[in-house]
């Protein structure tokens, strides 16, 4: 149609007859033809033919289109690499973007279980102060000093006897005290910061799909009573093999002897040496790293539990895992390490309270004006006895004595409770 429609638009343009089609749907078919065909050369010769003036516009987009024909590799390289850079740019952006709201959930969730972690210590705290007056009162009953003393006030005949009985009882009732103090520190801090961890993981999948509860209220309860071993059997074991200690050491030395304060403290580290030598007799295997003292802190592992293994619930089985993986924490060497620093500091502290007793006169000071004028004093053991028979108040003091401030201060325990928490907060330190 595009010649007809050109014949009969333009047949007597050139007589000066007017066109046989309406201005406006002639200039419409115009545009849309030339748009069409504006690269035919018939086209042109016919606008120039009936005296239209060649649009300016189409000559601009042909040498637009010539341009992009001859360039197309170049500026299809760059649109692709702008494009590219523009997309990387996003990428980075968003990379960027999740790269920030992870730290901050990090920092998030390191801050809520730093904050769970220190309450978590003052906790222990607590239950180590709430606990001594049971130990001590478990002690007092066990190794009863006050019926000898009342004995000794009657002037009976066997005097001689009575005191010997006294001697070993206050040594062993102090030793035992100092012995069992520190364990109770040690172990709660390992069983708190073991349930803590339990808990913390519990309190962090609340909200998640179909969260599993790792530690029930009834489970912490059992697994937290398994301490009263060391207040019961554990300690009655305890008292049994210090006793022993304590007559093959103090049983040669006479009521008339007199102790220096060094003499003292070599006499309790021979006992020392007795009690934390010493192997359970119904122990068969030889562990270098297990300490000696785990027996007293724990029960084997025959428990009356594993023993009804037949009728076991679930909270049964956690328990007897929390109770597996508390013994493997006291038989590790860190575990041996931190108890055996309490113990020094407990026996430190111990000589500390009985030598302000050991308190130099005037004549002594002026006779050898030297510093160690403190530990050349001596005293009969017939008068140290009293004293160090007194000392199982300061060191199993409900109120926050310095004996049990010490311990509950030292770095080293704090370090090794981080350390117990942090294994067991952790999902994937607990899953190994």
Same mark, same amino acid.
């Given at each position: 149609?595009?010649?007809?429609?050109?014949?009969?638009?333009?047949?007597?343009?050139?007589?000066?007859?007017?066109?046989?089609?309406?201005?406006?749907?002639?200039?419409? +078919?115009?545009?849309?033809? *030339?748009?069409? %065909?504006?690269?035919?050369? &018939? $086209?042109?010769?016919? @606008?120039?033919?009936? =005296?239209?003036?060649?649009?300016?516009?189409?000559?601009?987009?042909?040498?637009?289109?010539?341009?992009?024909?001859?360039?197309?590799?170049?500026?299809?390289?760059?649109?692709?690499?702008?494009?590219?850079?523009?997309?990387?740019?996003?990428?980075?952006?968003?990379?960027?973007?999740?790269?920030?709201?992870?730290?901050?959930?990090?920092?998030?969730?390191?801050?809520?279980?730093?904050?769970?972690?220190?309450?978590?210590?003052?906790?222990?705290?607590?239950?180590?102060?709430?606990?001594?007056?049971?130990?001590?009162?478990?002690?007092?009953?066990?190794?009863?000093?006050?019926?000898?003393?009342?004995?000794?006030?009657?002037?009976?005949?066997?005097?001689?006897?009575?005191?010997?009985?006294?001697?070993?009882?206050?040594?062993?009732? +102090?030793?035992?005290?100092? *012995?069992?103090? %520190?364990?109770?520190?040690? &172990? $709660?801090?390992?069983? @708190?910061?073991?349930? =803590?961890?339990?808990?913390?993981?519990?309190?962090?999948?609340?909200?998640?799909?179909?969260?599993?509860?790792?530690?029930?209220?009834?489970?912490?309860?059992?697994?937290?009573?398994?301490?009263?071993?060391?207040?019961?059997?554990?300690?009655?074991?305890?008292?049994?093999?210090?006793?022993?200690?304590?007559?093959?050491?103090?049983?040669?030395?006479?009521?008339?002897?007199?102790?220096?304060?060094?003499?003292?403290?070599?006499?309790?580290?021979?006992?020392?040496?007795?009690?934390?030598?010493?192997?359970?007799?119904?122990?068969?295997?030889?562990?270098?790293?297990?300490?000696?003292?785990?027996?007293?802190?724990?029960?084997?592992?025959?428990?009356?539990?594993?023993?009804?293994?037949?009728?076991?619930?679930?909270?049964?089985?956690?328990?007897?895992?929390?109770?597996?993986?508390?013994?493997?924490?006291?038989?590790?060497?860190?575990?041996?390490?931190?108890?055996?620093?309490?113990?020094?500091?407990?026996?430190?502290?111990?000589?500390?309270?009985?030598?302000?007793?050991?308190?130099?006169?005037?004549?002594?000071?002026?006779?050898?004006?030297?510093?160690?004028?403190?530990?050349?004093?001596?005293?009969?053991?017939?008068?140290?006895?009293?004293?160090?028979?007194?000392?199982?108040?300061?060191?199993?003091?409900?109120?926050?004595?310095?004996?049990?401030?010490?311990?509950?201060?030292?770095?080293?325990?704090?370090?090794?409770?981080?350390?117990?928490?942090?294994?067991?907060?952790?999902?994937?330190?607990?899953?190994?």
């Amino acid at each position: 149609p595009f010649p007809w429609l050109l014949r009969n638009a333009f047949s007597g343009a050139g007589r000066g007859v007017r066109s046989r089609l309406p201005v406006a749907v002639l200039h419409s +078919s115009l545009a849309n033809s *030339y748009r069409l %065909c504006f690269h035919s050369s &018939l $086209l042109t010769g016919y @606008l120039q033919y009936s =005296g239209w003036p060649l649009p300016r516009c189409p000559r601009a987009m042909l040498s637009a289109w010539n341009f992009l024909k001859r360039h197309r590799r170049k500026l299809l390289f760059l649109g692709a690499a702008v494009g590219g850079v523009y997309l990387l740019g996003k990428y980075a952006q968003k990379k960027i973007r999740e790269i920030q709201e992870r730290e901050a959930a990090e920092y998030i969730a390191q801050a809520r279980r730093q904050y769970h972690f220190e309450s978590n210590q003052r906790t222990c705290n607590m239950t180590v102060l709430s606990m001594l007056p049971a130990l001590k009162d478990a002690l007092m009953q066990q190794l009863s000093s006050e019926s000898l003393t009342s004995l000794l006030k009657s002037r009976p005949s066997n005097k001689l006897e009575i005191w010997e009985d006294l001697k070993i009882i206050s040594f062993t009732r +102090s030793i035992v005290a100092v *012995y069992s103090t %520190c364990m109770l520190v040690v &172990l $709660l801090r390992v069983q @708190l910061n073991i349930i =803590g961890g339990y808990i913390y993981l519990d309190n962090a999948a609340v909200g998640k799909n179909g969260p599993t509860i790792l530690a029930p209220p009834e489970v912490q309860q059992q697994y937290l009573s398994s301490i009263q071993h060391l207040l019961g059997d554990g300690l009655t074991e305890l008292i049994t093999v210090v006793k022993q200690a304590v007559q093959k050491i103090l049983g040669r030395i006479s009521l008339k002897h007199a102790l220096s304060l060094l003499e003292l403290e070599q006499t309790l580290k021979e006992v020392r040496k007795e009690v934390e030598n010493s192997q359970d007799p119904t122990s068969t295997e030889r562990n270098n790293s297990k300490s000696p003292l785990c027996r007293f802190m724990m029960p084997d592992e025959e428990s009356p539990l594993i023993a009804q293994a037949c009728g076991l619930s679930e909270k049964d089985v956690t328990t007897i895992k929390l109770l597996n993986e508390t013994r493997d924490m006291l038989e590790s060497p860190d575990f041996s390490m931190v108890l055996n620093t309490c113990l020094n500091k407990g026996f430190s502290r111990l000589l500390d309270n009985i030598a302000e007793f050991f308190r130099p006169t005037e004549q002594d000071l002026n006779q050898r004006n030297s510093i160690n004028s403190l530990s050349s004093v001596g005293l009969p053991l017939a008068k140290i006895i009293p004293i160090v028979n007194g000392q199982i108040y300061s060191v199993c003091s409900e109120t926050p004595s310095h004996f049990v401030q010490d311990l509950l201060m030292m770095e080293q325990v704090k370090d090794f409770a981080a350390n117990v928490y942090e294994a067991f907060s952790t999902p994937q330190q607990l899953e190994k």
